[in-house]
């Protein structure tokens, strides 16, 4: 490779001015995956080192997610030691699980003692229990408490994505002890933002900022500038929760503290963002009746995934086709019926289908409630009778126009406005009742709506058919 050019900027550091491993998309560019894949294939840790090892954890995260599954784990072998195990908490489970699976535990002991306990409870929770344990044996006691501690709050809470190191005082402290132990103790975070000031049995009493503390005189009690902590995070809250806590009050970190108000952790921005996307990439998957799960999951992975609502949603079709079995004879009689029939059962099926989505998201956000309720119903059900009469007004023309009778469009655009209606009431108030009785709307709405606007729209159209013409 020649000292100058591309292969020159591909070296660099990303964090070096000019350096980048993305194409203008976004994605990994291809010729560094080729040079990457290169590298692999030939053995050069050298290169490796140089353009992989230094890469910040995210990038090293997106490398292993674009690289062939093949050299996944032929880069993180030849890595070896420098291999930052971070990476593994950018890349999706499957992909995290395949790597671990491989490393040996004496390996993934050594890593995960350089790692915040955030990012270790996140790597260790997806191992067997008996690899687990082996690897919290070999780290120091006071850091295996810790994470068994964490790993022993609910998959999910904010107990699991809490980071164990931070820093806490008495109130009784000056400002100036704060700084000097600070500056001396080696064992703190990497990064923090605030202080947090406590009894002699660990119990939360407030919270100091550090731009607070840095502005106040070395003599100055930390009782006397500490503020209530307002919003301390239960362990046991859910994730999504916390994070609906830190978007409410505009929060950089928050303290985690056990049943009996005792600090135990503190949960920061970066893992709410993450906490965000991930809740937000569950909510879209059930919607869709896939699960957890994953791009890089196998076929029989993604089947098995997909199957149980596929076979749900074969018996709804079935009932929807019963439904069109009562006015076999109609169809008979008048074609016409079934080449219009989908056309109602589609639009309402797309109307219950946006009415649905807004819903979900605004129960999981919790922007609808009980108080809200009535008038957000009202809203969707206008909404309905609204879209109902533009698009009967429009299909009915279509329809009359498109088979020189203009009494079917007329019964057409009637069944338009009933099954909207049905359908603008069915995407909010299904939504509702499952998340009234403690199932996740997100994951079983979808169903219970296409079911709702099929049946309504294919009896009212063809019932209303057989009533207007006598058939």
Request: glycine share 4%; proline share 2%.
């Given at each position: 490779m020649t000292e100058t050019g591309e292969d020159?900027?591909?070296?660099?550091?990303?964090?070096?001015?000019?350096?980048?491993?993305?194409?203008?998309?976004?994605?990994?560019?291809?010729?560094?995956?080729?040079?990457?894949?290169?590298?692999?294939?030939?053995?050069?840790?050298?290169?490796?080192?140089?353009?992989?090892?230094?890469?910040?954890?995210?990038?090293?995260?997106?490398?292993?997610?674009?690289?062939?599954p093949d050299q996944r784990l032929a880069l993180v072998r030849l890595l070896g030691d420098d291999f930052d195990m971070t990476a593994l908490t950018e890349v999706d489970?499957?992909?995290?699980?395949?790597?671990?699976?491989?490393?040996?535990?004496?390996?993934?002991?050594?890593?995960?003692?350089?790692?915040?306990?955030?990012?270790?409870?996140?790597?260790?929770?997806?191992?067997?229990?008996?690899?687990r344990e082996e690897i919290l044996a070999q780290l120091p006691f006071t850091e295996r408490v810790r994470l068994r501690r964490a790993l022993d709050y609910p998959e999910s809470s904010a107990g699991r994505r809490m980071q164990t190191e931070f820093v806490a005082v008495p109130p009784f402290w000056t400002v100036g002890q704060t700084i000097d132990y600070m500056r001396e103790e080696e064992d703190l975070p990497y990064s923090f933002t605030q202080i947090f000031v406590i009894d002699p049995t660990f119990k939360l009493l407030g919270a100091v900022d550090l731009d607070k503390l840095l502005r106040t005189k070395?003599?100055?009690?930390?009782?006397?500038?500490?503020?209530?902590?307002?919003?301390?995070?239960?362990?046991?809250?859910?994730?999504?929760?916390?994070?609906?806590?830190?978007?409410?009050?505009?929060?950089?970190?928050?303290?985690?503290?056990?049943?009996?108000?005792?600090?135990?952790?503190?949960?920061?921005?970066?893992?709410?963002?993450?906490?965000?996307?991930?809740?937000?990439?569950?909510?879209?998957?059930?919607?869709?009746?896939v699960g957890d799960e994953e791009l890089s999951d196998n076929v029989i992975s993604t089947v098995r995934s997909r199957f149980l609502w596929l076979v749900i949603n074969l018996g709804t079709a079935m009932l929807s086709a019963s439904v069109i079995g009562l006015f076999d004879a109609s169809i008979e009689k008048m074609i016409a019926l079934a080449v219009l029939m989908p056309i109602v059962a589609s639009m309402g099926g797309n109307a219950g289908t946006q009415t649905m989505t807004v819903t979900v998201r605004a129960l999981a956000t919790r922007d609808l409630d009980i108080y809200n309720a009535g008038r957000i119903i009202r809203r969707e059900a206008g909404v309905g009778i609204m879209n109902g009469i533009v698009f009967a007004s429009i299909m009915g023309t279509i329809a009359g126009a498109w088979f020189h009778d203009y009494q079917l469009g007329m019964v057409i655009g009637a069944a338009m406005i009933i099954n909207l209606m049905a359908a603008a009431l069915a995407g909010i108030l299904w939504p509702l009742l499952l998340d009234k009785v403690g199932a996740d709307p997100a994951i079983a709405s979808s169903v219970f709506v296409t079911t709702v606007t099929d049946c309504t729209g294919f009896f009212a159209f063809l019932g209303i058919a057989t009533w207007w013409f006598g058939i």
């Open positions: 020159d900027r591909i070296r660099r550091r990303p964090d070096d001015e000019g350096a980048d491993i993305y194409d203008e998309d976004g994605n990994v560019r291809s010729d560094f995956l080729a040079l990457v894949g290169a590298a692999i294939a030939d053995r050069d840790t050298i290169f490796l080192r140089q353009n992989v090892a230094r890469l910040h954890e995210s990038e090293i995260g997106d490398l292993l997610e674009s690289i062939q489970e499957a992909i995290r699980r395949e790597i671990v699976d491989q490393i040996p535990n004496e390996q993934i002991a050594a890593a995960i003692g350089d790692l915040d306990s955030d990012d270790a409870v996140y790597i260790l929770e997806d191992l067997d229990k008996e690899d070395r003599q100055t009690k930390i009782e006397a500038i500490m503020r209530e902590t307002t919003h301390p995070i239960p362990a046991e809250m859910d994730q999504e929760e916390a994070a609906q806590l830190f978007e409410q009050y505009d929060l950089l970190s928050a303290a985690v503290v056990d049943e009996n108000d005792r600090l135990v952790g503190v949960l920061t921005i970066d893992d709410v963002v993450d906490v965000i996307h991930e809740e937000a990439d569950e909510d879209i998957k059930r919607l869709g009746g």
